[in-house]
């Protein structure tokens, strides 16, 4: 089959058509690796793939990064299952990126439909290279030294008060305390640099007066939601999405009241590395 991409917007996305990925080859593999350097996120029309073979494609990605919490297939305990009738404040309907209280977070994530409502239910991308760039050469200059604290904690309190995870909050505090990441991420492969905080896992910017970091950061916060940064994808049944976690965050809008069910996968990612690291 030919795989043809066809850019969504400007700054970000593509969708790919006539293409299984059940069945790519490893050119193909290396193809959409390409792809997703260059557009950051990918949707891939007309999948409907098993359990199984989302699994199977997404190892061809790299190793399986299993979310430290969250609901788990009954056949495929590597796989986020995200069910969901009443979305609103539950943690996907803010600006964020993928699992960054880990030392080494994910690097890609690949997520496909299973039960989409009738209406509603799009995923909001933004492109945190456009991000970085529009901001001034003076505030680039400062964030470029500065790291800041990555927790769990805000977002494993809201999921486990939702009855959408049974783990022991102080285990897991223990287990995944706090970790530092630069603010200014370098891609490990396309050597450009990511702003790189979000709203559920970004706690304070370290070495700044609490003052300073709650301005600065809610500062920030704000700017990576800018439409200009954005792309919006509306799901289809069959429709399966991949995106780059170093360079994109991502927000599922809340505006359906039906079930929505997702299959989600993460992929190992590697030690956020800032431009002086």
């Known amino acids: ?36 350097n260059e557009h950051k996120v990918l949707f891939f029309a007309d999948q409907s793939l098993s359990p199984a073979d989302h699994l199977a494609f997404a190892r061809r990605m790299g190793d399986i990064d299993v979310a430290a919490f969250g609901p788990k297939h009954a056949d ?12 609103k404040g539950q943690g996907a309907d803010a600006w964020h990126t993928d699992n960054t ?12 439909s299973a039960l989409l409502p ?22 680039q200059g400062l964030l470029s030294g500065l790291t800041a604290t990555h927790d769990l904690t805000k977002t494993l309190s809201r999921a ?21 990441h630069p603010i200014a991420r370098v891609h490990p492969e396309t050597g450009r640099t990511a702003l790189f905080v979000n709203g559920n896992f970004t706690t304070k910017i370290d070495g700044l007066s609490a003052a300073e970091s709650d301005a600065l950061l809610t500062m920030l916060l704000a700017h990576v939601g800018s439409p200009g940064f954005q792309c919006r994808h509306r799901w289809s049944e069959g429709d399966l999405t991949m995106w780059d976690n170093r360079a994109v965050q991502h927000f599922a809008v809340p505006d359906y009241t ?20």
């Open 76 to 87: 495929h305990p590597e796989m986020t299952v995200l069910d969901q009738t009443e979305p």
């Open 1 to 36: 089959m030919t795989m043809l991409i066809e850019p969504v917007t400007p700054v970000l996305g593509a969708r790919v058509s006539g293409f299984s990925l059940a069945d790519a080859t490893d050119d193909d593999v290396v193809a959409i690796r390409a792809a997703i």
């Open 118 to 139: 009738p209406l509603g239910g799009d995923t909001c991308f933004a492109d945190m290279y456009a991000a970085w760039d529009a901001l001034s050469p003076a505030m």
């Open 258 to 277: 039906s079930r929505r069910i997702m299959h989600r996968l993460t992929i190992a990612g590697d030690e956020p590395r800032g431009p002086q690291s």
């Open 101 to 112: 209280y880990v030392a080494c977070p994910p690097s890609y994530t690949i997520l496909q």
């Open 160 to 180: 486990i008060a939702d009855g959408n995870s049974d783990a022991d909050l102080g285990t897991m505090q223990a287990t995944y305390p706090p970790v530092h």
